[in-house]
């Protein structure tokens, strides 16, 4: 059975925006079934809306279920991997430039309070899955450094910081991120 890998974009994203098509290629390139899914109403995400979405397009995960996931794609993630059952286990996800709790914007009470309305279940998720990397930028102008650091301890994972990648976004001009591949690869393992 092809290992599946599921790219989950965040907010305001698309499965065609900044170093998706360029992982999807070389990670077909190596065997891997990839899904890059159109996450509903990317404006307004909301924990209703897609958490849910991501557990039907994901449907069956196994210890052949990889993620790799950007920004609110990483928090949905988190929150879908609490969803699995005790015995169900997946292989592997890495964060980039994630987080694990609210952001806190100043004045802000929107879509991101959603996906946390409960405390996370670090536990779960870690009894869902073994093997985890965060991958962050030094300069992310909206997901500040300290998430990413209290997101790998929380997970108990490694924690690689990156200079100058900023939010790893398209529009901040990241079409290739060759340390996501190189740490998904390691995972795999």
Known sequence: MAKRVFVIHGWE?????????????????????VIIPAMPDTATPTFAKWVPYLAQTVGAADENTYFVCHSLGCITTLRYL???????????VVF?????????????????TTFFATPVDWNKI????????????????WVPVRFGEELAKNLESPFILE???????????????????????KIVK
Request: glycine share 14%; with cysteine.
């Open 82 to 92: 609490e969803t699995l059952k005790e015995n169900q286990k997946i292989g592997g």
């Open 96 to 112: 980039v430039a994630g987080f694990g709790r609210d952001l806190e914007y100043e004045g802000y009470k929107g879509e991101l």
């Open 163 to 185: 200079h100058g990648m900023k939010h790893f976004s398209g529009s901040d001009g990241i079409t290739k991120a060759p340390v996501i591949l190189e740490n998904f690869l």
């Open 126 to 141: 870690k009894n869902a899955c073994k093997k985890f990397v965060v991958i962050h930028s030094d300069d992310d102008q």
């Open 13 to 33: 994203g698309y499965p065609e925006e900044g170093w998706r098509p360029w992982l999807r290629k070389e990670l077909e390139g190596k065997g891997f079934e």
